[in-house]
DNA sequence: AAATAAAATTGATTTAGATCAATGGTATTT
DNA sequence: AAATACCATTGATCTAAATCAATTTTATTT
C-alpha cells in the first residue's frame, strides 16, 4: 500500500527505511470507487491526496455545465485543490475518480507536523513543486502557443500514459478542445501514416 | 537596494536583521536598462532574479518569430527559467527589461548554499512557489475556458498593475490574443459605459 | 443477453478571433 | 524640432475550431 509513495519520495531525498515507518503513520489509507468524487467544487479541500493507484482527475465546471480538466493524477502522482488545502477557502475544482484508486491522504496538518519532523519531507514537497509548476508552464505556452494538432501531439509525446488511459472527450476537456475536434485532429493524424 | 527583497521574505517568514544581512551576501546586485536581456534563449539560465526596481517580461519565440509571454515581474517578484536554472538546461525563454530595472541575482550555487546557511530561505522558497502555481492554475483555466474579453477583464481585476505599466501588444501576447483583438475588445467594453 | 446509457464519429453550418492592410498617434532618436 | 520607428486603431476578409445534429460504436446496467 506505501510502494509508490517510498518510490517517489526516493527519487527526489533520502530518507531511512526507519524514518519512512514514521511518514507511513500520517498518512490516512483511503480506496475510491470509479466516479466518485474526494473533493465537490465549494468545499474546503481537506486533503492532499497521493495515489497508489488508479486515476483521477481535478476539474472546474463552467456557467454552461461544461467541465475544464486541470489536471489528471495517476499512481505516483499527487491531487489537490491547492488554493483551497493551503488557504482553507472553498474550491473552485471538483476532485474525482477515473478509475477505481487507492489513495493515501495528508491533512494539512499531518502534512505541517511531517515536514517538522522530516525535514526532507518539506525538500521533497518543493522539489515535486517546482515540477509541477514547469509542467504547467509549458502547459500555458502550448495552450498559447499551439494549434489543435499540435496540443494533442505533444500530449502524445510527453503524457503517453494520459492517451492510453484516459477517456478521449477527457483528453479533449484538458486540451481545451471539443471531442469532435479532437475526433477530427485523430482522424486527419490518422489518414496521414 | 534591498527593500523590496525584506519586504518579500518577511511577508513569509520571520528573519532576524542579522540573519537578513548574512542573506544579503548572497546576492549580486545588478542594473539592466529597457530592453536588455538577463538570458536569451538557449543560453543556460544562470540566475535567479529578483526585482528591486523596474519590470521584466518573460517569452518564447515560435518559428514565425512571434513573441509569446510567460511572466511579466515587477517590484518584489522573481524572474528566472525554471527548468534552465535547476536543471542547466538550455532555456526555452528569453528575459527582459521591460523597464530600467535594478536586480538582485542569485545563482543556483548560492541558492543551495542560502538554504543550508538559512533554512527558513527554503520554506520562503517553497511559498513563493506554491503562489506561483496557484496563479498559474487560474490563468490555464483562463486560456481553457475564457473568451478574449473575458480574459482581459480577468487580468484587469487580478493584475490592475500589468494593465497600467505594460505596453498593450504585451498584454496581448500575455493573454495569447493578436493585438487587434485587444484593442476590438477594449473599444467594445469601452463603448458600453 | 437485452436494454440502456455514454462515447466517438461524421457532416453541415456558424462564429470568434486571426490575418491582411491602411491610417493615425505616440514615443524615441538624432 | 524634425525624422524615424514603433504602437494602437479601424476596416475587410479569412479560417480554425465551435456548435448543432444525426449515426454508429462501445460500455454499463438490469
Redesign the interface.
Known amino acids: 500500500m506505501y510502494e509508490q509513495l517510498a518510490k517517489s519520495i526516493g527519487d527526489k531525498v533520502t530518507l531511512t527505511e526507519a524514518d519512512f515507518e514514521v511518514c507511513k503513520t500520517f498518512f490516512i489509507p483511503k480506496k475510491i470507487r470509479k466516479k466518485q468524487t474526494l473533493l465537490l467544487e465549494g468545499d474546503v479541500c481537506t486533503y492532499n491526496a497521493f495515489i497508489e493507484k488508479g486515476i483521477l482527475r481535478s476539474y472546474?465546471t463552467?456557467e454552461k455545465g461544461q467541465e475544464?480538466i486541470?489536471q489528471f493524477a495517476f499512481e505516483g502522482w499527487w491531487i489537490t485543490d491547492?488554493?483551497s488545502f493551503?488557504m482553507g477557502v472553498h474550491s473552485?475544482f471538483t476532485i474525482e475518480a477515473i478509475e477505481d484508486s487507492e489513495l493515501l491522504l495528508l491533512t494539512a496538518t499531518a502534512r505541517e507536523e511531517l515536514m517538522d519532523a522530516l525535514?526532507v519531507f518539506?525538500?521533497y514537497?518543493?522539489l515535486l513543486?517546482?515540477n509541477?509548476?514547469?509542467a504547467?508552464?509549458t502547459?500555458?505556452?502550448s495552450?498559447?502557443?499551439a494549434t489543435a494538432e499540435e496540443k494533442y501531439t505533444k500530449l502524445t509525446i510527453s503524457y503517453p500514459d494520459i492517451i492510453a488511459r484516459v477517456p478521449q472527450h477527457m483528453i479533449a476537456s484538458y486540451l481545451?478542445l471539443t471531442p469532435e475536434t479532437l475526433s477530427r485532429v485523430r482522424k486527419q493524424i490518422n489518414l496521414r501514416k
Open positions: 472546474t463552467d475544464h486541470m491547492l488554493s493551503l473552485t525535514p518539506e525538500r514537497q518543493r513543486l517546482q509541477a509548476y514547469i504547467l508552464q502547459r500555458v505556452n495552450a498559447l502557443t481545451g
